[in-house]
């Protein structure tokens, strides 16, 4: 905690997104816990200069160089710093008034500054998946070897997390993530041979961006959770099961050795786990809709149709193979749902893409840094080459 005050100042890597915007609203409700101290985004400026006006951070990131001079003459009047460039979200994590990270960048670009904010002995918020997928071993050596938290954001791994609170000495059997199923449940291979991309954004319970929407579709967001969760949680594959609940009001439970379950539930509402994370170990007031049993006369529950959806089943083949197979697979999602969200491939098409460059880029069984980096390179090169 900052030596000044009991105010926990928050970095916010992706200020300007779904799970960054939200944090906004939940540190403007907690003025008191919270200070927004670094706010960084990709390229939206006008949004990161309204946010850094109404929140007074010490500095701000504009990773688009081309905007700098734009960001800069907005806050001129301000003492907030101005950087600009990818490299820069390494530097700001590591400020000395920083107490925790939200990572809440959208795909590998999240690892490079993450693995800084770690080495700076900074607690993580993790909203970034891709962080773990890519280098899950690396990462989670790193945080032990530097005392430090990785607190999850994603609603189902914060579930996971918070039925595991006061649990520490009892084994865990197995968990069990849920997913919503997206759009296109129960539907069949011949059904989502011609579907759209404004099909496939139209979540039916979550409002998130563009990218981890068309992953939720093809459920190959929750394939990425699967490897989180290995990750995050120390478990072996045939310790993680995927249920599809279509209401996401139980975001995930756990199975005790002793058979017994836990569950989570709340409405589907990223604030919570937002602010769980940011506020752990407490839990804060707040007037965020509840949940009411008599709004919900049916939970339903339904194994999920790895067949058609090839996605979740290439992701449990990724951490079965191990070494660097999950970054090639998180590389080669992010070609493919870039294609199709640019009409460029078909739906069913970015699985096929996948599991070729699965098959295609090298292996390699114990990666370094420079290995991930390379592999992730590699991925995104044969994954245009499979498009074209």
Known sequence: MNQFNNIKRIAILGSSGSIGTQALAVIEANPDKFKA????????????????????????????????????????????????????????????????????????????????????????????????????????????????????????????????????????EKIILTASGGPFRGKGIQ????????????????SMGA?????????????LEVIEAKWLFDLAIDQIEVVVHPQSIVHSLVQFTDGSLKAQLGLPDMKLPIQYAMAYPQRIKNDFPRFSFADFANLSFEAPDIKT???????FDALAIGGNCPCV????????????????????????????????????????????VFTDKEARIKALELIS
């Not at 059904?191 to 979550?206: G, R």
């Not at 990218?211 to 394939?223: F, R, V």
């Not at 749902?337 to 599991?355: N, P, R, T, Y």
């Open 37 to 172: 101290e670094i706010l960084t985004v990709n390229g939206n400026a006008e949004l990161l200069i309204q946010q850094a006006l109404k929140f007074n951070p010490r500095a701000v990131v504009i990773a688009d160089e081309t905007k700098y001079q734009l960001v800069k003459q907005a806050l001129a009047s301000t003492s907030i710093s101005v950087l600009a460039g990818e490299p820069a979200l390494s530097e700001v994590v590591a400020f000395d008034s920083v107490d925790m990270v939200l990572t809440a960048l959208v795909g590998y670009v999240g690892l490079k500054p993450t693995i800084a904010a770690i080495k700076a002995g900074k607690d993580i918020a993790l909203a970034n998946k891709e962080t773990l997928v890519v280098a899950g071993d690396l990462v989670t050596e790193l945080a032990q070897a530097h005392n430090v938290n990785i607190l999850p954001v994603d609603s189902e791994h914060s579930a996971i997390f918070q039925c595991l609170v006061g649990e520490e000495n009892n084994p865990v």
């Open 191 to 206: 059904e989502l041979q011609h579907v759209t991309k404004q099909q496939a954004l139209k979540h039916p319970n979550w």
């Open 211 to 223: 990218k981890i929407t068309i992953d939720s579709a093809s459920l190959m967001n929750k394939g």
């Open 309 to 315: 959806f090839r996605n979740l089943a290439l992701a």
């Open 329 to 372: 697979i998180n590389a080669a999602n992010e070609i493919v749902v870039d294609a199709f969200l640019k009409e460029k491939i078909g739906f069913l098409q970015m699985s096929d893409v996948i599991e070729e460059c699965m098959q295609k880029v090298t292996k390699v069984a114990k990666p370094s840094y420079e290995d991930y």
